[in-house]
């Protein structure tokens, strides 16, 4: 909950979580509905996981209460701005580090040399042994880079180009700076560790946020809010230990999904008073399904508008992408399109065709099939159609689209507009794609 009463126009927002979300904690705002949240994000991935202190993996902003907001609503998301402020990242393929873990690496991190878990840690030199254990000195990361990369932005950030070991090196020495991480952040530059196996590789930038939504009504670390990942909480051995029911009370705000970038109408479940909408884990760009686990994490800034849809109750995400991140199969007919369409079908003695517009239903689990059956079982429910309906409508005017491995896919297609409307949602699917 907020302390605060009186909704605000803007919330500007700077400060981050430890890694977790908890739906007890206090919230910032409120904003009202309708209103403007302009936030300063931290690197996701790379950089949390390299420091112990942060409990979730990632380093998330804190979330923010929307006025008007309750546990059966929909939290309308457009995001309007996404901008990249690390001047240089680094990344790569990890692989984990035997006895700095206990059962998962992103959340129960300890110390190999004294057995303190989650210890303070301090940096000393560069390299993948450079952050240590202020206890007893031991290198305490629980991840290190099997294969990885350094990688500097033009001013434009337009692209990137991947550097050598002494260029690596160079801005490993000042790495905060370079990674440009906000005041109030509390990780590790992952640009300490100077990885250069790749160099002079060029790569496209089309940042996106990683992490975009509200807080579940469990208390669950950051990271971990989808099926995928969230999968690994059910019973595990330590504190942040799930059951299968509880899992049920994610919010699927782990998204990494490419599509979620300017321009993009994000809908989110509200699961807690006040919806708690909270981001991070911005990506300079991203190849579907992320496949090295792992891609850009760049510090920037954000800027949404945030809307409550009443009454409007969600089981997860639901996306109105930009018409050019649809499958082909999923955009919009033209006016030509329908003529041709229309004539056809009168041969046929038809008399009128299907008005239709694209929707995207995600879908999260511990594998690629199972994260594919949630996001069809959803878009069933949702749209009151039968599965069989829907896997048809997603075969033939549509595509499943991997957003991360092992589990995050987007269901999309193209729905009969009667239906989207019944749904509610209609409004924005006009908005998104001017149709009439």
């Known amino acids: 909950?907020?302390?605060?009463?009186?909704?605000?126009?803007?919330?500007?927002?700077?400060?981050?979580?430890?890694?977790?979300?908890?739906?007890?904690?206090?919230?910032?705002?409120?904003?009202?509905?309708?209103?403007?949240?302009?936030?300063?994000?931290?690197?996701?991935?790379?950089?949390?996981?390299?420091?112990?202190?942060?409990?979730?993996?990632?380093?998330?902003?804190?979330?923010?209460?929307?006025?008007?907001?309750?546990p059966g609503d929909a939290l309308v998301i457009r995001i309007q701005d996404v901008k990249v402020t690390s001047v240089a990242t680094a990344s790569g393929q990890d692989r984990t580090v035997d006895g700095h873990f206990m059962g998962d690496p992103y959340v129960a991190k300890c110390c190999p040399g004294c057995n303190t878990m989650c210890p303070e840690t301090r940096i000393e030199g560069?390299?993948?042994?450079?952050?240590?254990?202020?206890?007893?000195?031991?290198?305490?990361?629980?991840?290190?880079?099997?294969?990885?990369?350094?990688?500097?932005?033009?001013?434009?950030?337009?692209?990137?180009?991947?550097?050598?070991?002494?260029?690596?090196?160079?801005?490993?020495?000042?790495?905060?700076?370079?990674?440009?991480?906000?005041?109030?952040?509390?990780?590790?530059?992952?640009l300490l560790f100077a990885p250069h196996d790749l160099v002079g590789t060029v790569a496209r930038m089309r940042p996106f946020l990683g992490q975009l939504g509200t807080t579940p009504a469990v208390r669950m670390p950051d990271s971990h809010n989808a099926g995928d990942f969230g999968s690994f909480l059910i019973g595990a051995p330590h504190e942040y230990a799930l059951t299968t029911d509880q899992l049920e009370l994610r919010t699927d705000g782990h998204m990494d999904i490419d599509a979620v970038r300017p321009g993009t109408i994000l809908l989110a479940p509200v699961k807690v008073a006040g919806a708690g909408v909270y981001m991070g884990d911005m990506h300079a760009l991203q190849g579907d399904g992320e496949i090295a686990g792992h891609t850009m994490d760049v510090s920037g800034t954000v800027t949404l508008q945030v809307q409550v849809?009443?009454?409007?109750?969600?089981?997860?995400?639901?996306?109105?992408?930009?018409?050019?991140?649809?499958?082909?199969?999923?955009?919009?007919?033209?006016?030509?399109?329908?003529?041709?369409?229309?004539?056809?079908?009168?041969?046929?003695?038809?008399?009128?065709?299907?008005?239709?517009g694209p929707i995207s239903v995600i879908g999260t689990g511990p594998d690629l099939n199972t994260a594919?059956?949630?996001?069809?079982?959803?878009?069933?429910?949702?749209l009151e159609?039968?599965?069989?309906?829907?896997?048809?409508?997603?075969?033939?005017?549509?595509?499943?689209?991997?957003?991360?491995?092992?589990?995050?896919?987007?269901?999309?297609?193209?729905?009969?507009?009667?239906?989207?409307?019944?749904?509610?949602?209609?409004?924005?699917?006009?908005?998104?794609?001017?149709?009439?």
């Open 1 to 70: 909950m907020t302390k605060n009463t009186t909704a605000s126009e803007k919330i500007a927002v700077s400060t981050f979580t430890n890694g977790i979300l908890d739906p007890e904690k206090p919230m910032l705002g409120p904003v009202r509905d309708g209103g403007v949240i302009e936030a300063t994000t931290a690197p996701g991935c790379w950089g949390p996981m390299i420091n112990p202190q942060l409990r979730g993996g990632h380093e998330v902003t804190q979330p923010v209460y929307v006025e008007n907001s309750a």
């Open 126 to 190: 560069i390299g993948q042994d450079a952050v240590r254990c202020v206890n007893c000195g031991n290198p305490v990361t629980p991840f290190q880079f099997e294969h990885g990369y350094t990688v500097v932005f033009d001013e434009a950030r337009t692209l990137g180009v991947t550097l050598d070991k002494d260029a690596a090196e160079r801005i490993a020495g000042d790495a905060g700076e370079y990674a440009k991480l906000p005041e109030c952040s509390a990780q590790h530059s992952i």
């Open 372 to 382: 594919t059956e949630n996001g069809l079982n959803r878009a069933a429910e949702l």
């Open 385 to 436: 159609m039968s599965l069989p309906e829907v896997r048809n409508r997603a075969t033939i005017t549509g595509a499943i689209e991997i957003g991360r491995l092992p589990g995050v896919v987007q269901v999309t297609f193209l729905a009969p507009l009667k239906k989207l409307e019944n749904a509610g949602l209609l409004p924005f699917v006009r908005e998104q794609y001017d149709i009439g």
């Open 309 to 356: 849809l009443k009454g409007r109750e969600l089981q997860g995400p639901v996306l109105f992408p930009l018409l050019e991140d649809l499958p082909f199969l999923a955009r919009p007919f033209t006016a030509d399109e329908k003529a041709k369409a229309m004539s056809l079908a009168k041969q046929w003695d038809l008399n009128e065709i299907e008005e239709s």
